[in-house]
């Protein structure tokens, strides 16, 4: 009993903290740049804590903690990229270009973005983009409801659809109350929690373990019974292959896909900001990312049948269970906190992200006299319907990572037109359309036909590479864009000349 309520008592408090920050930032609100992206007033810190704290969600905690408790070593594929090079391509590849591009073309949302660069006057690129981001955003969203659902109802022995409903009504509370610069604070609390959750996890169980050679060895024991936990990344020809399209598909073209990511880079307060953000968010992923990895092996050393699981065989609540038997309430607490904050903050900046698309770029297209406090409210509005959507279809208990991972590569395909934009002239916006149809269409048969499971290639990689081919191949076969976009292109290609200077980019 009175572990319950320690641990009520931490998520408690976190959730007050999280309603109170709401309320603070909705005082700073009075335009649409505002309520999107925080007046572009993002610096270092949180520009890198709410990169990170966005890019994890539960999908770490649960998703990726179940899958390396089924798999062993197999995960490192997804791990290593995610925690690394994937993150840091995307600041590298992408933020710069999309914040200087943004801000010379008025662009306060990444569908806006994709108007001004493909000359999209009559909306149609628009409304294909904000359906299909729509549809990921409450498809990803579905997914860390059923992982609050899930910790609550082992941790708490709560109903889970209670739980989800008071989850939910916090998030939407907070993010159509404070809108992004809710999210960025929030984000920077998330992140912290996360990070000190997930150290924690590994510290505890390589003690626990006796350390990385006892842990090891228990891992090679393990994998006599059960050969499918992997000792090695590289067991056999089946697990390369899938293992090379998770480093390529989840690791890296996911990651440098990211509207949820471009948003961030958008509302940096200047270049400066984003320069030493890379390292500071590998260094963050890399904390979680290893620390999750650990306990999780360390529990299925422990109990290598899911069954054998004290409270149920449900594999992704396995560092849940490991912290309910192993550690203090506080700790728990601690951790218990920390991925309810991945859940807030991934949840918070797809529903923000996916308002602002539908609010200014779809609902002002048909009513294009809409004051600014209007749409802020229609925002609002989305917010709440979205997250009512996410509710029903959290009530069938999916699993948090497939539903994560559909969520996650819909929304790294999308990004596929706008890289393919900001870089090459010649796109068209009859190429970007293609891409993004023929893309989404690869990802929902590869997933209706098991085609991951019959051919061992993550669906990541084949709808990614297919959103690209398609877009650059529909591209030359259409006539090219108007000379204005080239002039807006080559200025663009300039500015790097000069890191630090925003100046130096002119949009014709």
Known sequence: MEFNYMILGFISVYFVILVILGVLASKNISSLEDFYLGGRKLDTILMATSVSSTGMSAWLALGFAGFTYENGLQSLWTMVPSATIGVYLSYKLVSKRVRLYSE?????????????????????????????????????????????GKLLDVLLGWDYHSSILVALIIIVFYTSLGGFTAVAWTGFIQASLMVAGSFIAGSLAIQYAGGFASLGQKVVETNQIFPEFATTPFASSHAIILGISLFFGDGIINWVGQPTLMVRYMAAKDMKSIKSAPLISVAINSILFIGTFLAAIYMRTQFPDPNMLPYGGDAETAIIQFFIILAHPILTGIFISSILAAVMSTSDSLLMLASSVLANDVYNYFKPRASQRHLILVSRLVVIFLGIVAYIISMDKNSVLWSSWIGWTTLGIMGMPIIIGLYWERATKEGAIAGLVSGFTVLVLWNVFSLTEKLNIFHA???????????FLVSLLTSKPPEHIWEDLRSLKKSDEDKDNVEVFEIK
């Open 104 to 148: 010379k073309t008025n662009s306060i949302t990444v569908t806006k973005v994709i108007q001004k660069r493909f000359y999209d006057d009559n909306h149609a690129l628009t409304m294909v983009f904000s359906l299909v981001l729509a549809a990921a955003a409450i498809i990803y969203v579905s997914g860390q409801l059923v992982a609050v």
């Open 461 to 471: 990689l084949p709808a990614g590479l297919t959103a690209l081919l398609v877009t």
